[in-house]
């Protein structure tokens, strides 16, 4: 399981970051550069604070991936995001965070990767930063009520308030609010849509 942490030791971090860490080993630049070549994946520069960001296929549909030189700043659906726009990138080598982030979603995706050792870039109120701390801690396989959730962070009333707040969780699958349903088993809302949150769902459960 993730550990979510203040990531003190990545360069530059603002106050609101967080990150999941392990112990996996250190980037391995030769097979996140072959994975670059090998995907068929378009590379976009956004003119926003030196980020970057590629979108990818995947077994859900096209996957927005933004990354700054901190972390992951957003994993997101592209159908589902109508600010995204095609831009020439001047990035002439593979982003390492970029790299490792694109190299584990495609492990997830192939069934081979069940947690994620990636740091995140994301900005968020108090609630939502304890909020999406309990996203990550859902295990693999596994669903939370929203009351449940509530409860993990000391706030048990807060059931409403945390459900708004998983809609604004910035990073799609690796913070995995998809694994968070209703009091009485129903799948309820996911802002990347039902169905996306039955194939992911669908895919953990048969692993």
Known sequence: MPIMRWPSSWPHTRDKSVALVSQRPALNLNATTM???AMT??????????????????????????VSDIGVARIDFVDHNREVKPASSN????HPILAEALLQLTE????????????????????QQL???????????????YGEQAASIGRPRAVRAIGTANSKNPIAILLPCHRVIGADGSLTGYAGG??????LLDHERSR
């Open 131 to 145: 909020a999406w701390s309990a996203l990550a801690r859902i295990p693999y396989g596994h669903t939370m009520t």
């Open 108 to 127: 997830y995706f192939e069934g081979t990767r069940t947690t994620f050792s990636l740091p995140l870039d994301i900005d968020g109120t108090e609630f």
């Open 91 to 94: 990035a002439s080598e593979a």
């Open 194 to 199: 039902l169905d996306k949150k039955i194939w």
């Open 35 to 37: 994975l670059a070549l």
């Open 41 to 66: 994946q378009k590379t976009h520069q956004v003119p926003v604070d030196g980020r970057l960001w590629r979108t990818v296929t995947t077994p859900v549909g096209v996957v927005l991936v933004v």
